[in-house]
């Protein structure tokens, strides 16, 4: 079946142009089109039928497809195509990529390379789309009109409280990008925070933020090391905090990150999960998992909570669940308005075609979160039960 002919019997909400090779055209909707997508060689619209999102994305990088107008839009379609399997990559293109997946398992190793892949591009490279704090995970936002920077800013303070932390408390993070939760719960709440991270890139620009705002060490300190080295010398926190790095871990691995939880955090002691996550199981996107996030795996709620049902002892206890879906949706918006105002930098120093994939993953990203299956998950949890813990969520809000 033609994908002309499979696009037209979707019922998509919005205007929208597709141009083939061969000359022909279709316009879906009436209206002013919100993007007009051409697909400008034979290659590239086998490669889509052929591969799906791994197609669409490569050709896209080769400028073999060019869009005029929202990616985001073109994401949504794609996100619908999905669900027709009209675009369903074939038995070898399956193999080839279980192949690539497995290669790129969450070893001590691989969790170095994959990350180093990502999150050791440079920076300079960040610093020209991220907040003032280089926050690389969702924001809360309280109003719509709120900047990047006040939004990341609440996000580090909903975690604070959502853990109850308090001046003392002993704190371990788990994956702590460049280090900006560890000072902000230094600065604001008088804890003593150890903070783990094996890209290289971010643990030194943690320290040297840590000089520059003169914190000691004694407060904060930043361990180039992996998180499964948490507890080795029997050391316990009263707090835990993992904010954006469950989606590295690898899901064969949940099981084992819950056992370093229940082991070094003291009894009544908290912890927190914040992750990307989805709707239901699915397995990850092949052009996502080969050029943004290698070895990733984005969990489903029942892929969080499971493994740790079965520990033993039973210690971990569910305190609350929370789904900021929308917030990250429009903390995308943001990066992507920042990357598009910087793009002809990044173009001269990474080249169209890193500008293309950057562009593709915030939009695509963008539109999973507004229009597709993604959610974002916070689950705090406790070691063990906790009967003097506020009755109510007032705590969070005040």
């Known amino acids: 079946m033609a994908i002309l002919d499979i696009i037209k019997t979707l019922q998509f909400p919005l205007p929208?142009?597709?141009?083939?090779?061969?000359?022909?055209?279709?316009?879906?909707?009436?209206?002013?089109?919100?993007?007009?997508?051409?697909?400008?060689?034979?290659?590239?619209?086998?490669?889509?039928?052929?591969?799906?999102?791994?197609?669409?994305g490569e050709a896209y990088m080769r400028e073999e497809i060019d869009i005029e107008g929202d990616v985001q839009e073109v994401s949504r379609l794609g996100y619908a195509l999905m669900e027709t399997d009209a675009l369903t990559p074939t038995f070898m293109e399956k193999l080839k990529f279980l192949f690539v997946y497995f290669s790129r398992r969450n070893t001590r190793e691989g969790s170095r390379k994959n990350i180093q892949a990502h999150y050791d591009l440079g920076n300079d490279f960040?610093?020209?789309?991220?907040?003032?704090?280089?926050?690389?995970?969702?924001?809360?936002?309280?109003?719509?009109?709120?900047?990047?920077e006040k939004a990341q800013l609440q996000k580090l303070e909903h975690v604070c409280r959502k853990v109850r932390l308090k001046k003392g408390d002993t704190v371990v993070e788990a994956g702590c990008g460049w280090g900006g939760f560890a000072r902000y719960a230094a600065k604001h709440y008088g804890v003593k925070i150890r903070s783990y991270n094996i890209s290289q890139e971010q643990i030194e620009y943690a320290r040297?933020?840590?000089?520059?705002?003169?914190?000691?060490?004694?407060?904060v300190e930043y361990v180039l090391d992996d998180y499964r080295s948490i507890g080795s010398s029997g050391e316990k926190y009263d707090k835990f905090v993992s904010v954006g790095m469950l989606e590295h871990v690898g899901r064969e691995n949940y099981y084992g990150l819950y056992e370093i939880?229940?082991?070094?955090?003291?009894?009544?002691?908290?912890?927190?999960?914040?992750?990307?996550?989805?709707?239901?199981?699915r397995k990850p996107d092949p052009w996502l998992e080969k050029y943004i996030f290698p070895g990733c795996y984005i969990p489903s709620l029942s892929d969080m909570i499971t493994p740790f049902e079965s520990l033993p002892g039973h210690d971990l206890h569910v305190v609350d669940v929370e789904n900021l879906r929308y917030h990250y949706a429009l903390t995308l918006d943001h990066w992507?308005?920042?990357?598009?105002?910087?793009?002809?930098?990044?173009?001269?120093?990474?080249?169209?075609?890193?500008?293309?994939?950057?562009?593709?993953?915030?939009?695509?990203?963008a539109a999973g979160f507004r229009y597709d299956e993604l959610t974002l998950l916070q689950v705090v949890l406790s070691n063990g039960s906790d009967n003097t813990a506020p009755l109510t969520r007032k705590h969070l809000y005040k």
């Open 261 to 281: 939880i229940q082991k070094v955090v003291e009894k009544r002691g908290m912890a927190i999960v914040h992750s990307i996550g989805r709707r239901f199981p």
């Open 336 to 365: 992507w308005m920042r990357l598009e105002k910087n793009a002809e930098k990044i173009r001269k120093q990474y080249g169209e075609a890193f500008v293309r994939m950057f562009r593709l993953y915030l939009r695509a990203a």
């Open 16 to 56: 929208f142009e597709i141009h083939l090779p061969d000359g022909s055209h279709h316009k879906h909707g009436s209206g002013e089109p919100v993007f007009v997508m051409r697909i400008k060689t034979d290659a590239a619209l086998s490669d889509v039928m052929r591969q799906g999102s791994l197609g669409f």
């Open 126 to 148: 960040y610093s020209l789309w991220l907040d003032k704090e280089m926050q690389y995970t969702c924001a809360y936002f309280h109003d719509f009109k709120d900047s990047l």
């Open 208 to 219: 040297e933020m840590q000089k520059k705002l003169k914190i000691p060490q004694s407060q």
